[in-house]
């Protein structure tokens, strides 16, 4: 009984912690932005915070949800108030790899006034967050990210 509740335990965590890096898309198949995230709630309360599909709004083709009404309408007065840089790819993987990395929405951060996403999951079997490279020289980061989102979006 000891062994099978241990394996539940070991399964549980696996699963939470596959779950919590999860990477994703911009914008899903389904045309789900930021992976449900709201996007307000990063400058409100600056933390990640799942939306609910009865808060959605249908911005640029993508469907944005929203955690209350009170995000929802401040979403709707300024939209491009909220959006993540490189349209929610990957802000390190722009700037310093020119590529489009997806992101993990529960790692950002607002700078300025400005949102950026992060991918932070496995990469090639090991734990990689691209904040903490961000951290390392974000001046740099942010130096250069304006350029290479020129390019890089073109792709």
Known sequence: MKNL????????????SNFASAQ????????????????VSYFTVNKAVKGDKKFAVEYNGANYYFASAKDQKAFKANPTKFLPQCDGYCAWGVAEKNVKFPVNPETFKVVNG?????FNGDFKGAPFNTLNEWN????????????AWMMVKKS
């Open 5 to 16: 509740k241990s394996l539940v335990l070991v399964a549980v965590v696996a699963l939470f």
């Open 24 to 39: 994703t898309a911009p914008v899903d198949k389904d045309k789900l932005a930021n992976g449900g995230y709201d996007v």
């Open 114 to 118: 400005k949102l950026y996403l992060f």
């Open 136 to 147: 390392k020289d974000e001046k740099k980061q942010l130096d250069k990210l304006d350029a």
